[in-house]
């Protein structure tokens, strides 16, 4: 079961990555709009550069005003056994179909619903428009569901062979006729529950509000302990892109209010407090950088080239996209108390950020949250906010530092480059020497996927592939025949999570390319059986 809800999770991570880009073009656009920075003149409805930055605005609006739709067709890609493309067509069809079935019931049986068809679909209404169709606004919750129920008729029924005379129904056609019956009971269900649900978000969110510091620790806190688990995916999701705290998730309400909120004077805290259930960020940008000096510093003086090696950029990606899991799977394996440590000091962080005024929109790293959508446009009138929040994380940076160096030297933590550590550092140079002349061939995406299928026991040792922002998320038949874990690391991996039958492999930010390359070579027989991989590590 544990592994089915992290497979769901790491699917919801496919459309989550739409978003920073779209993020970044929003924030920046409505900035080159305000008055404040680029001056009245540039602003006027008729002047070209106006209409310009407009026109960009709008193309960027296209991933937040069709969230819904993004995350129904999304989620197949990491849900679906096989023929994924297929499945995401099946999914689209089937949710267009569902929301049209609200449409026509409520049209004509709103008042058994108790559901109001022929208010606009405007904020507070319950309505919505999605494709153009006036439908529950179910928010992303909704996509979810109907992408996870259909992408199960897909996975059951797609390969189904039908009665030669009805072979034109066959894979794809098969699957969508049988959602578009269950999206019949899917839509009068929706009708029937969802205004309840409704209710019951909305005293969330009152409880939410009134929840203040302590419930920003304690969402940081979930947000960064379930990271091993796969399951933190379900903790920010309903806030930051779905209803949790605010109506359509905090992601669009503040590019929505970003303007607004850029030009007024008043404390940003009282403008959307909602905003301190998105500051999770701060522990990407401030405390990796405490936690990778931290891991230098105690790492033996000849070993730290290569602990500096491993660290440089997975810090900088950390800070600069968001992207922790390459730093923080350097040493989670190694002592999970360092991680808990690390969830604790986040939310702490974050609480004494919120406690002080600091709100907003900072889940990712500087690149594509905290610079375009959040300091730059706030910086003229909310300053001193910035300079708050930059004062408290360079401080926690140095906490990060303290703690964890003391942890590690206190207890003897094997933490990478550490003497009598079972931890090894690869560098490239490593490989090379290890590989001989195979090593460019193995670093490249079908190389890496190749010696990581041997090292699993092959293709028919594998029952099932999935992947998130950084691992590969594999469920096999017989954990007994795979490789260990040194095999993985000397193949480029960061490190290798192994529970039940159940193994994750931590590639880095090119493990879509490597899922792709894998299930490749899944499907097409070896016809030359590769070397031992025990070889490229003796």
């Known amino acids: 079961m544990l592994s089915q809800i992290q497979r769901f999770g790491g699917a919801m991570f496919t459309p989550v990555l739409l978003f920073p880009f779209a993020g970044m073009v929003v924030g920046l656009a409505i900035m080159l709009q305000n008055p404040l920075f680029v001056g009245e003149a540039l602003t006027a409805p008729d002047n070209l550069f106006a209409q310009i930055i407009h026109i960009i605005e709008e193309g960027g609006w296209a991933v937040f005003r069709n969230m819904p739709l993004i995350f129904a067709v999304g989620l197949p890609i990491g849900l679906a056994r096989q023929a994924q493309g297929r499945a995401c067509l099946a999914v689209l069809i089937s949710f267009l179909t569902w929301n049209y079935f609200i449409n026509a019931m409520g049209m004509t049986w709103g008042h058994f619903f108790g559901v109001n068809f022929a208010a606009d679909p405007v904020a507070g209404s319950g309505l919505t428009l999605i494709a153009g169709i006036k439908t529950l606004d179910t928010s992303i919750i909704g996509a979810i569901v109907i992408s996870g129920l259909v992408t199960a008729i897909h996975n059951r029924y797609y390969e189904k062979s039908l009665p030669v005379f009805l072979g034109i129904f066959q894979g794809t056609s098969f699957v969508v006729i049988i959602a578009f019956f269950v999206m019949i009971p899917c839509a009068w269900l929706t009708l029937l529950g969802w205004p309840k649900v409704q209710m019951g978000i909305e005293s969330l969110q009152a409880f939410l509000r009134s929840a203040g510091a302590l419930g920003v620790w304690v969402y940081t806190f979930l947000e960064r302990i379930l990271i091993p688990t796969g399951l933190h995916h379900f903790v920010y999701g309903p806030f930051i892109f779905g209803p949790a705290a605010v109506e359509g998730g905090i992601q669009v309400y503040w590019a929505q209010h970003l303007q607004e909120f850029s030009q007024s004077t008043a404390p940003l805290k009282s403008l959307f407090p909602e905003g301190g259930f998105a500051l999770h960020g701060n522990s990407k940008v401030f405390g990796s950088v405490g936690i990778a000096l931290a891991l ?32 923080e799977f350097t040493f989670l394996f190694i002592s999970p108390l360092l991680f808990a440590v690390h969830a604790v000091l986040a939310a702490t962080m974050a609480t004494l950020m919120y406690v002080f005024g600091v709100v907003g929109n900072m889940g990712g790293g500087l690149l594509d949250q905290f610079l375009p959508q959040n300091w730059i446009p706030m910086f003229h009138n909310h300053a001193g906010m910035v300079f708050t929040q930059i004062g408290i994380g360079c401080g926690f940076t140095a906490l990060y530092f303290v703690v964890f160096r003391a942890l590690i030297l206190r207890l003897d933590l094997k933490t990478p480059g550490r003497a009598e550590s079972d931890i090894k550092l690869y560098s490239k140079a490593d490989y090379r020497a290890a590989r001989g002349q195979t090593t460019a061939a193995a ?76 299930e490749s070579l899944m499907k097409t027989p070896s016809t030359n059986p590769l070397s031992p991989m025990t070889e490229a590590v003796s």
Not at 447 to 474: D, K, M, P, V, W
Not at 475 to 503: C, E, W
Not at 510 to 518: G, N
């Open 296 to 327: 230098w510093y105690t790492a033996e003086p000849e070993n730290r080239v290569k602990v500096a090696g491993l660290l440089i950029p997975a810090t900088l990606t950390a800070v600069l996209v968001g992207i922790t899991e390459p730093l």
């Open 443 to 518: 670093h490249s995406a079908a190389g890496q996927a190749a010696g990581f299928l041997q090292a699993l026991g092959g293709a028919e040792n594998i029952e099932s592939i999935n992947n998130c922002a950084t691992r590969l998320r594999i469920t096999l038949i017989d954990m007994a025949q795979t490789q260990s874990d040194d095999v993985f690391k000397a193949l480029g991996a960061h490190g290798v999570v192994r529970r039940g039958n159940g193994i994750q492999v931590i590639v880095g930010l090119h493990v879509p390319q490597v899922r792709d390359q894998l």
